[in-house]
């Protein structure tokens, strides 16, 4: 883990450190289904080929194209049917000259046999069969190899498995893919003011909202949310609820107590360790941060600050890229995007200031509008958001019709 760093850093310093610290998950085969989201940790070409044999594309009757090719409904063929092949249950291996086998869609089509005429064209004879209208060579027969050949490379590494790329490697006979598993991560809020949603409030009380907003940015992520229950601003409460969970995780977030309070629970437990840094980031929302690892397996932990939405903020810019690194994505950092801002902004010197707005697409490019204030308290504005403004450090006034640089939140990237 890198060094602990003293005083205030920027966002990019602060990303760097952390980025320095964490380090994808080795990864393992997972089964299919386990795997939807994460990047494939392997190249994977094909065992088989598609088709794996020549087969049916209708149901109907396995002929020899010439025998029927003078088939019309002035001059039918008459041919003997001499056996059916249902799909999975190939019974007849070869087809003399002038006979039929009926045949279902996706059966093996048998040896000598190289066209299939769909029942519409027939009669649907059983013991014998006329036939109405001819097949050109080959027709409805779909021939083995012809989507996927042996040796093909199906998946390139990295690319985020999908329902599609889930299919087709199913369809050559993978049940499992190497991936790196989804980190495991802990989130744990902190605060004797804090109580779950669904029980009842005193009146110096609020609802525990962070540890859902934060579980559930895990999730949108594809990591794996274990919310721990509240734990009240007392360092041995804490410190207990952190070595139990521990043993589950791949990494750590905690909210609140890591400002200059005098009940800063996380900051009070943790600092003592030394490995953990506490301080400054030049950002607005998220200024108090902490970074570093816990435990005798070294596990990332990041301490964000309590307000609703610079912990939000903090996880958008420092847990996500770390969490993405952990599977192997790539960028690992939400991509910024420019847009015309549609009304003026105030901004503080000297800090990076995320502004929740709304993001509108028109043609190529987008506007953006400020929503609400600039309180790091305000969840209901965060919540009608879908974008962030990013003011930088040096700006104090960013008139409407600049062109700004933007985060689109709910874009998959
Ligand atoms: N004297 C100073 N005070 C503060 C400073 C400072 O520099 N000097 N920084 C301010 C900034 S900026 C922030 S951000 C906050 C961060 O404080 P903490 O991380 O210690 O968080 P808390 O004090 O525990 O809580 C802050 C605020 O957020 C509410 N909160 C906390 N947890 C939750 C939760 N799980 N769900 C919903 N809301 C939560 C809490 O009730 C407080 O209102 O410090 C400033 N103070
Ligand atoms: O930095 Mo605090 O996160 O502005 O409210």
């Given at each position: 883990m890198a060094e602990p760093h003293a005083g205030t850093v920027s966002v990019e310093e602060h990303l760097t450190r952390i980025l320095a610290a964490v380090g994808p998950l080795p990864a393992y085969p997972q089964p299919l289904l386990d795997a939807l989201g994460l990047p494939a940790a392997e190249d994977v070409v094909s065992p088989i080929p598609l088709p794996s044999f020549d087969n049916s594309g209708m149901d109907g009757y396995a002929?020899?194209?010439?025998?029927?090719?003078?088939?019309?409904?002035?001059?039918?063929?008459?041919?003997?049917?001499?056996?059916?092949?249902?799909?999975g249950q190939a019974g007849l291996l070869a087809l003399s000259p002038g006979t039929a086998a009926k045949i279902m869609t996706g059966a093996p089509v048998p040896k000598g046999c190289d066209a299939v005429v769909p029942y519409e064209w027939t009669d649907r004879g059983v013991a014998k069969v006329t036939i109405t209208q001819a097949p050109a060579v080959g027709q409805h027969v779909r021939p083995a190899g012809e989507d996927?050949?042996?040796?093909?490379?199906?998946?390139?590494?990295?690319?985020?498995?999908?329902?599609?790329?889930?299919?087709?490697?199913?369809?050559?006979?993978?049940?499992?893919?190497?991936?790196?598993?989804?980190?495991?991560?802990?989130?744990?809020?902190?605060?004797?003011?804090?109580?779950d949603p669904g029980?009842?409030?005193?009146?110096?009380?609020?609802?525990?909202?962070?540890?859902?907003?934060?579980?559930?940015?895990?999730?949108?992520?594809?990591?794996?949310?274990?919310?721990?229950g509240i734990v009240p601003d007392q360092p041995k409460l804490f410190l207990d609820a952190l070595s139990d969970q521990l043993v589950r995780a791949d990494l750590v977030v905690t909210s609140g107590g890591v400002s200059q309070g005098d009940f800063d629970v996380v900051k009070e437990a943790l600092s003592p360790l030394g490995t953990v840094w506490f301080g400054g980031v030049a950002m607005q929302p998220g200024k108090p941060q902490g970074f570093g690892v816990v435990g005798d397996k070294e596990v990332p932990i990041f301490t964000l600050p309590g307000n609703p939405v610079s912990s939000y903020l903090s996880f958008q810019m420092f847990v996500l890229p770390a969490l993405r690194t952990m599977m192997g994505r790539r960028p690992v950092s939400r991509p910024v995007v420019r847009g015309r801002l549609t009304r003026d902004i105030r901004s503080p010197k000297g800090r990076r200031q995320f502004v929740r707005a709304e993001w509108e697409q028109d043609g190529g490019g987008g506007s953006v509008t400020p929503v609400g204030g600039h309180g790091s308290h305000l969840i209901g504005d965060l919540a009608a958001s879908d974008a962030l403004v990013v003011v930088p450090e040096d700006e104090t006034y960013v008139a409407a019709g600049s062109a700004v640089d933007v985060l689109l939140l709910d874009h998959d990237f």
């Open positions: 002929v020899v194209a010439a025998d029927v090719a003078g088939a019309s409904e002035e001059t039918p063929v008459v041919l003997p049917v001499v056996g059916e092949i249902g799909a996927v050949t042996e040796g093909d490379l199906l998946v390139q590494s990295g690319t985020v498995l999908g329902p599609r790329h889930l299919g087709l490697l199913a369809a050559v006979g993978r049940a499992t893919v190497l991936a790196r598993p989804r980190p495991r991560v802990v989130v744990i809020s902190t605060g004797s003011e804090l109580r029980t009842d409030l005193g009146h110096d009380s609020i609802y525990d909202g962070n540890s859902y907003l934060l579980a559930a940015s895990v999730k949108a992520a594809g990591a794996i949310a274990y919310r721990v």
